[in-house]
């Protein structure tokens, strides 16, 4: 079974502070991403990776950066929080088509 | 000026009978489309998946349908249960170019 984990569930961080929400998946899976999910608003991508070192905006990569130094990792950095990034954060990966969801990471940014 | 989160779609049946999820689809040119599940609180669970070159395909109680002419996705749950309400989203991919998520719809269960 894919195993894709995210370093946190819930996450509470200050105005201004800089944010790191970690990714891993165990199928050495070449794709992986980052979204966002409001109310409403459904899935919307921030940034992707097709390979190691590679990284592609997304939909909504203002305020968002990503790095992938390793196959099976990939970071999603807020540089300075601000209080519209509060969120449900969701990384997947793939390898073709499918892909698969980590459980998640809440953010709230007071 | 401020910009207005969409209403979720709602369904709501009651239990053991059949639900029908549909799904309009924007890219002609789409040959992968995949069904999932969201539970509160979890991330994205896939259920089905199925490829342009078929019209239908079944699962475990879940088929789903496509028609290419209306572009238009389907899933049909069979006998529903409590356990499945949440929110079920279809996305369409093209490739390997990355997958373009619907909205979502919600599946209420009545007892």
Not at chain 1, 35 to 58: A, C
Not at chain 2, 1 to 8: A, N
Not at chain 2, 24 to 33: E, G, I, L, T, V
Not at chain 2, 66 to 77: E, P
């Amino acid at each position: 079974d894919v195993k894709v984990t995210q370093s946190s569930r819930y996450l509470v961080k200050r105005t201004g502070e800089k944010v790191f929400l970690e990714c891993v998946q165990d199928m050495d899976h070449e794709n992986m991403f980052w979204y966002r999910q409001d109310p409403g608003l459904g899935l919307r991508l921030i940034y992707f990776s097709y390979d190691v070192k590679m990284k592609e905006k997304g939909d909504i990569p203002e305020g968002y950066s990503v790095s992938r130094e390793k196959k099976e990792r990939f970071s999603l950095i807020l540089e300075s929080a601000s209080t519209n990034q509060t969120s449900m954060y969701l990384c997947a990966s793939s390898l073709e088509d499918r892909e698969y969801f980590g459980p998640g990471t809440r953010l709230t940014v007071t | 000026g401020e910009s207005v989160g969409l209403h979720l779609p709602t369904l709501s049946v009651q239990e053991g009978d059949n639900s029908i999820i549909n799904c309009a689809y924007s890219n002609s040119a789409s040959d992968y489309f995949i069904w999932y599940k969201q539970e509160s609180g979890k991330g994205p669970q896939f259920i089905i998946d199925i490829r342009s070159n078929m019209d239908k395909r079944q699962g475990q109680r879940v088929t789903v349908l496509l028609n290419k002419t209306v572009k238009h996705l389907s899933l049909q749950i069979a006998a529903t249960q409590p356990g499945d309400s949440a929110v079920y989203f279809c996305a369409e991919g093209k490739g390997a170019q990355k997958l373009v998520f619907g909205q979502g719809t919600r599946l209420t269960i009545n007892p």
